[in-house]
Each structure stands twice: as C-alpha cells, then as structure tokens.
C-alpha cells in the first residue's frame, strides 16, 4: 500500500543567490495576481479564480527564470487563500528590507527531476544534502522554501511504500512540565528547559540589535527540541501498535505564569509528531480526555483522600492510595489511567473521568 511523504532537503548554500533571484520573481507574479484580483473586484465585483488569473499570466514565463507550473501554481495558492481569508486583497509579498517574506518556490509533478545527483529545475541544476537517497522516488509536486536564516529546502512529495507495525503492545502518555511526557511503562521525555537555557543569550543578542544571532538562538532552540521530541516520538511508534496520550491543550495555560514552561515544552508539536507517525506505521492514535487521571488511583480506580489535588498538589509528585495501599510516581499513575482509558479496560472506563 502506498502513501504520501513529505521529504525535506537542504540546498547548498552556493546556490542562494539564484533561488533568491527566483523567489523575487514568484513575489512579482504574487503581487501581479493580487492587484490584478482586487481590481477585478473592485471595478466588477468578481471574484477571480485561479484559471481566470492564468489567462494574464499566459506566456510570462518567456520574460521571467521561472517555468510555466511556477507561475500556473502561485495564481491557484493566491485564490485558495483569498477565499480562505475572505479578503478581496492578501498581503503583498516583499523581498527586500526587515519586512520581506520569505522565499518560497513552488512547482507541479514533473517541473523537478533528479538528473546525475542533483535536482534539474526551471533548467538549473541544484546541489542539495541528499540525506533520503532522492534517486530512488519520482518527484511529485513540492517547492523550495527559505527559512529565516536565509537557508533554503528543497520539498518534495514522493510516494512511498506504507509500513505495518509488527508490535503488539499499547501505551498511555501523560504530558507534563517537570517531565515533557510520561508512558505508562516509565519512559519519560525529560524538559530540558532549552529556551530558559538560552534565554540569557537571547536577550543580550536582541538588545545589541544582533539580528543574526538572535536567528541563530531560536533555531538551535527550535531543532534542540524537535531532534529529542523525533527520538522520542520515533521509538513509541517504533515499539507500539496503539499510542493513547493525554489532551492537554496549552493554549490556556499560555495565559498563565506558566506560559514560558508550557510553551518551552512543546506539547502540541510532540503530538503532531505523533499524530502523523502512526498514521504512517498504520498505529493507532487517540486523544484521551485526562480529567482527573492524575488523582485517580491506577490500581483500584478510586478518589482516596490521599491523592495529589489542585494547585496545591503539583509538587506531589509521589502519593500511596489510602484505599488498596499502591504507592504510586505521579505521571506514570496518570499515563496508566489514559492507558486503561484508551483500553476501555475498566468497566465504561474510570467513572470519575466522565
């Protein structure tokens, strides 16, 4: 069974100046396509789509480095997002000064082929990183995207071979702070705190006005936790044939004093990873409502009075039920609950939790 993928691959650096070239180009058939809809509407009220704006474009790649698709492509995405946003006029993309977008690319199946190691384009060669073996996937549609440091990607959808999972266990995940997740076998994903760690720098950077640097900060910040939370993520999928993980949602707790803890955490981002793995390992997912999970006792599934409760209890982190006696680590008690939840093993689940 096949499925699509997503790959992604650094361009070498000494073909930076071309593709900014190109990218500036795309910004000029954007900005084209932009005014030329919002004049339509204005004078006319219509709403151009993007066959209708491709009768302007006929041609322009005659005067311009990019290929027919390009241009074909940036009018389709200009009207998706106009009628996504409901706007008669999207922003206009800059390429120069501290206010220029970034670079973006696109192309359709068959405008980029892998010809003697490296990716033919629009009739350039570009050498990239290929860390995925590039020469055994025909490229399908895809685009090269700059990120914030000016370093460009190369992004390509393939097709390819959709894996089985050969496990046959099942594991629960509680998310928290002092540990970012927790399974119900004792594995934890440790908080690092890798932007409190950086946080000195990063404020001495952007007070010198150092714009480079201050890039470079967010981006070790950024791929710092990306690189554990794939490892982590990687393994689960890797060992398990259903994944149930607590549905914590950050955003509320972004409002609070905790909001640099919750946001350094990377909750969302760890279950998107997760999300997307399983679907590709043919794993099961879920998201299971974790009300209560942390007091319930994963033994006998009772309330006792010896539970850790409210605000005052986060720094509980071990507790014995007074019930059936079990001495419980607070997260794993709770992971085992999401487990037992996404089981249904007790019966019509914890009661308290519903």
């Keep these: 069974m096949k499925q699509t993928r997503t790959l992604q691959i650094r361009v070498k650096d000494k073909h930076s100046k071309l593709l900014d070239q190109l990218a500036s180009e795309v910004n000029f058939v954007w900005n084209y396509c932009n005014e030329l809809s919002y004049r339509a509407w204005r004078s006319r009220q219509q709403w151009l789509t993007g066959y209708d704006v491709q009768k302007y ?6 005067e311009l ?4 698709t390009c241009i074909q492509c940036i009018s389709e995405e200009h009207a998706r997002r106009r009628k996504q946003f409901k706007r008669s006029k999207l922003r206009w993309r800059v390429s120069k000064g501290s206010r220029r977008s970034l670079g973006w690319i696109p192309f359709k199946k068959g405008a980029a082929q892998w010809v003697n190691g490296q990716v033919r384009y629009a009739g350039f060669a570009f050498s990239v990183w290929d860390s995925y073996g590039l020469s055994d996937y025909p490229f399908r549609a895809g685009s090269f995207s700059q990120d914030a440091r000016g370093r460009w990607y190369f992004n390509v959808a393939v097709q390819v071979e959709k894996p089985q999972t050969q496990a046959q266990t099942a594991v629960g995940i509680d998310l928290g702070l002092k540990d970012v997740a927790t399974t119900s076998d004792g594995e934890q994903l440790k908080n690092q705190r890798i932007y409190r760690s950086h946080e000195k720098a990063l404020a001495d950077a952007q007070r010198a006005g150092k714009k480079g640097r201050v890039r470079a900060i967010h981006a070790k910040i950024r791929n710092t936790r990306k690189d554990a939370q794939h490892k982590f993520s990687t393994e689960l999928v890797k060992n398990h044939a259903a994944i149930f993980v607590g549905n914590i949602k950050s955003k509320p707790l972004t409002q609070t004093k905790m909001a640099k803890s919750v946001l350094d955490a990377g909750w969302h981002q760890l279950k998107t990873m997760l999300a997307y793995k399983c679907d590709s390992a043919g794993v099961v997912f879920k998201a299971i409502d ?4 942390t007091q319930t006792c994963s033994a006998c599934g009772s309330l006792p009075r010896s539970r850790p409760k409210g605000i005052a209890g986060l720094g509980i982190r071990e507790w014995t039920c007074g019930e059936c006696g079990v001495h419980h680590d ?7 609950n999401i487990l037992a939840l996404g089981h249904q093993r007790l019966d019509g689940g914890i009661p308290f939790l519903h």
């Design 65 to 68: 480095k990019l290929d027919s």
């Design 290 to 293: 974790e009300k209560y999970t």
């Design 330 to 336: 607070r997260d794993i008690n709770a992971a085992r």
């Design 57 to 62: 474009t006929k041609g322009a790649s005659k």
